[in-house]
């Protein structure tokens, strides 16, 4: 099983700052891709950004500039430092984790609990 712990989160005013963590734990899988989604009140989960095993990132144009992803392969966490937060960055962040575990290399996602970040103008 694979255990995902977030960390972070809260309020902050506009142009703030704050900074997400995310720490995966457990056996028996090497991770490919980790990252963070988030959801607003009435609005579908998005990408926020991941990084994979290579260290290629991916952005939500809205965050780019802005955020920035860094992740620890040795300690299976992922960063992310946001900045210049706007009233509009307000949702609950997920940790998003992709594993591949086993002989055919099976892949599966495993989701952290969510922590709430709240950007008041």
């Known amino acids: 099983q694979v255990q995902v712990v977030e960390s972070g989160g809260g309020l902050v005013q506009a142009g703030g700052s704050l900074r997400l963590s995310c720490a995966a734990s457990g056996s028996g899988f090497s991770i490919n891709a980790m990252g963070w989604y988030r959801q607003a009140p009435g609005k579908q989960r998005e990408l926020v950004a991941i990084?994979?095993?290579?260290?290629?990132?991916n952005y939500a144009d809205s965050v780019k500039g802005r955020f920035t992803i860094s992740r620890d392969n040795a300690k299976n966490t992922v960063n992310l430092q946001m900045n210049s937060l706007k009233p509009e960055d307000t949702a609950v962040f997920y940790c998003?984790?992709?594993?591949?575990?086993?002989?055919?290399?099976?892949?599966?996602?495993?989701w952290g609990q969510g922590t709430q970040v709240t950007v008041s103008s």
């Open positions: 998003y984790v992709r594993i591949v575990r086993g002989g055919l290399q099976m892949q599966y996602i495993y």
């Open positions: 990084i994979n095993s290579d260290s290629s990132t």
